[in-house]
């Protein structure tokens, strides 16, 4: 079955980010449908997110990062990250997140 998955790297310490809560949401309907929430394991991964069929459509993963670096005492830019995605195929998509306090970067994982 496809899913998708997700990882979190604190870029500015080289780890992994842990406790990053998520949600996942399906866009339809003139808005958004939550699909899946987690948060992100000792290894920054988060593989349970999804339960069902995926389906093609456009996706949007939101990071609650506020809390993780308010954990850690430290400031930061953005307290949400949403990535907005397509999903066209079956294929698994993994979309990690690199993560710093003042930016961030996404990609197409596998």
């Known amino acids: 079955m496809s899913t998708i998955t997700t990882h979190v790297l604190d870029t500015s310490l080289g780890r992994p980010a842990s406790g990053v ?9 003139g ?11 000792g290894d920054g991964r988060c593989r349970t997110l999804m339960k069902g069929k995926l ?4 996706y949007r993963l939101t990071f609650g990062v506020a809390s993780y ?6 400031a930061s830019f953005y307290p949400e990250i949403a990535i ?4 066209r ?3 698994h998509h993994h979309v990690p997140l690199l993560l710093s306090a003042w ?8």
Do not use: I, M, Q
Request: no cysteine; proline share 2%; charged share 30%.
């Open 21 to 29: 809560p998520l949600v996942l949401a399906a866009a339809g309907g």
């Open 69 to 74: 670096f308010k954990r850690s005492r430290r």
């Open 84 to 87: 907005v995605f397509e999903v």
């Open 31 to 41: 808005g958004w449908r939550v699909v899946g929430k987690g948060s992100t394991d």
């Open 103 to 110: 930016g961030y970067s996404t990609y197409r994982g596998s």
């Open 89 to 91: 195929d079956a294929r």
């Open 55 to 58: 389906k093609r459509g456009v």
